[in-house]
């Protein structure tokens, strides 16, 4: 542990290469001039390993809400890279079998979209049968669905192209992560208007159900999709990987807090699989 804790004092805390810091600060600068002042970024792993048989998703630091300044994107990159040496990170890797100094990592810089809703959609329902697909949505950044921290609504729809709505329930989502000004994200009670509503529309799940045939079809397997809706109502696919769940298997070492969660829910277990597409 304290070679680990060592790597990442050097990642935070070392000189960075000047050509690096060069890089970031240009490149912060192209994004300034396409978007503007009021986006932000959301700065997260794409290890060269994370395309292999094993998924490492939730493994790494993602950074969210990061301010379009050099400065800031360089201290983001630090922890994204640092959290390659985190413990939970380290003792992951080495029950895959991978050798740590062999690890390569690189972090992408993501605009942040201005999320009214967010969640989580798998395209083939793990629990029932398979001609139905799961959504699990929330005010605000999906960041609670994805680990478990938050009733969110439910939804189970028919994924011929009716996309009819089989079952449906408004979770209490008594709390929401929203972006704060200075930059980051904080979780704050969610208004007592939004909380018995549902958080997206009949229309909207319909589209993300679409959405989900559709890049399942693409694939060729199933796939555990993270998604957003800006608040002019517009759908944005942020991540697509095959899912790890499965029923009457007992969760594999590493699975999510989201995984485990919807396997509490569902009966199921996280179990081994292997991430997809370009973030």
Known sequence: ESALEERREQVMHGNMP???????????????SRCGLGCNLAVRSSAAEEDSEFSFAGQFET??????????????????????YSDKAAAY???????????????????????????????????????????????????AVVEGAVDAD?????KDPSHDIVEARAGAKTDMIMPREEGGVATVPTPEEKRGRPSITREQAAELARIAVSLEKHFRKPQDIEWAIDRAGKIFVLESRPPRISRNEQPAPGATTEEKALARKMGAA????????AV
């Open 270 to 277: 996280g179990k081994k699989g292997d991430a997809c597409a």
């Open 18 to 32: 000047s050509e690096l810091s060069r890089a970031i600060d240009k490149d912060v600068r192209k994004i300034k």
């Open 154 to 158: 439910f939804f189970r729809l028919k």
């Open 63 to 84: 950074v969210l809400n990061v301010p379009l300044d050099h400065r800031e994107v360089e201290k983001a990159y630090r922890k994204v890279i640092a959290s390659l």
């Open 93 to 143: 890797q080495q029950r895959l079998g991978y050798d740590l100094r062999d690890m390569k990592m690189a972090a992408a810089c993501v605009v942040m979209v201005d999320a009214s809703a967010s969640g989580v959609v798998y395209s083939t329902d793990p629990e029932k049968d398979q001609s139905t697909l799961v959504i699990n949505s929330t005010w605000g950044l999906g960041t």
